[in-house]
């Protein structure tokens, strides 16, 4: 048995930041982590040309703080994403080039519709409590009602209405129908708004950590050290008076508490003794992930540039949905990024490998012509047969989730803490939230032991 001040489940951002900032603050740690690698839904790999790939999160932008914080203590510079030439998005077949956010080039009144669409989730994502979405004004409402619903009420253009669906519904990895408005409009607001959340310059997708994402987990573990234990999923936790004790098939671990930073379906995996209180389960139960790809496509040069192409691209219903210039700093070789999500992801997971890149490939080809359908290497993510992600890359709350069982996102089970993007109230659904959740929750562990050290009451189970 392994004896130490806090357990921590879970090495993605969350877990490694929790146990980063406990063991800087001179407590003794284990990190158990289920995989045989860390950086949970990040994950970068570098090829043989010393270029790198995030096969997961990739992107960090203005207002995340915190994220920026760790590449700051770790030496780790960010470049800026390639925006320069045009975008696309493709609907019915007919391909629109524009800049900027707003397809202006499809019709005035497909335009027109959308612009004021985005300002109107705008005006209602400032009127969430970000700590507390459930107690907005409209919360009951708009708990009750889906995306879907809300943008067939709101938006009469159908190529409007089929882009704005794609992108929205795409953050959740989910058919707009399973995605609650209030969790729509929260989530959006953690980040600033849809304009950040669906942009790019100044915007979600600002720019990139130089190396990677794996550039700033990898020194975060070598600090971690031996502390880090891999291949060890948690099978039980037990939690008594005294602590908690956490076991995976070959090891068991004893610690005065344990915060789980691992996505709320995996948590659900877990036998918890006694039993979590009857919110917190049912909340296990009912935030779940959806389906994603996320493709590296390879070629010797980003060709699209020359072309007058930023290499950001849209088309909904495609196999390639959303495309994106995914370079290193230097330019070279030329990454295009596919990402593809919801039902859409679900349909091509049904087609073999070599299918699913003729698929892809074609649909590249399409847009930028036939030299997309010759790339030197095709590097393939399918998130959403991950064991240990459970799907996409945020879970997400259907309708009614928010407002019944919101208040136990972060609230702490006796002994259990909980991190995970999820639970930020700042940056929900980014790498930055998983940092800033990682934070939280080692700050409230060490102040449980303040409160013990200074003659108060230990908590409750």
Known sequence: MTDVDYCVVGGG???????????????????????????????????????????????????????????????????????????????????YRYTGTIPWTMSPWAALNLGAVFLELGRMCTTIPLEAPWTAKNADQWDQITLAHWLDSNILSKPAHELLETAIAGCYTSAASEVSLLF???QMASGGGP?????????????????????????????IGDSIYLSQPVRDIHQDADGVTVRSDTSTVRARRVIVAVPLAIASQIRYEPMLPVDRSLLHQRMPSGAIFKIA????????????????????????????????????????????????????????EAERRA?????????????????????????????????????????????????ALRQPCGRIHWAGTESSAVMCGWVDGAVRSGERAASEVLEHETVTALGGSPAHL
């Open 359 to 407: 698929a892809i490939l074609g649909a590249l080809a399409e847009r930028f012509g036939d030299k997309a359908r010759s790339p030197v290497d095709y590097i393939e993510q399918n998130w959403s047969g991950e064991r240990y992600s459970g799907g996409g890359m945020l879970s997400h709350a259907p309708t009614g989730v928010l407002t019944q069982f919101g208040p």
């Open 195 to 223: 304009s950040f959340v669906l942009g790019v310059k100044d915007a979600a997708e600002d720019a990139r950590p130089v190396g990677g994402m794996g550039a700033i987990y990898r020194p975060m573990a070598a600090e």
């Open 13 to 95: 951002f969350a877990g490694l930041t929790a146990a980063l900032r406990l063991k800087q603050a001179g407590r003794s740690v284990a990190l158990l982590e289920a995989r045989d690698r860390l950086g949970g839904r990040t994950f970068t790999e570098v090829r043989e040309d010393g270029s790198w790939i995030d096969r997961g999160g990739a992107w960090i932008g203005p207002g995340q703080d915190r994220i920026y914080a760790l590449m700051n203590e770790f030496g780790v510079p960010s470049y800026k994403q390639y925006t320069d030439g045009e975008a696309m998005m493709v609907v019915d077949g007919k391909q």
């Open 297 to 352: 496509v390879v070629y010797d040069e980003p060709f699209w540039r020359h072309d007058g192409l930023s290499g950001q691209s849209a088309a909904p219903g495609s196999p390639a949905t959303v495309t994106i210039d995914a370079c290193t700093d230097i330019g070279r070789p030329g990454v295009l990024c596919v990402i593809t999500e919801g039902p859409i992801a679900r349909q091509i997971g049904q087609l073999d």
């Open 184 to 186: 729509v409009l929260y």
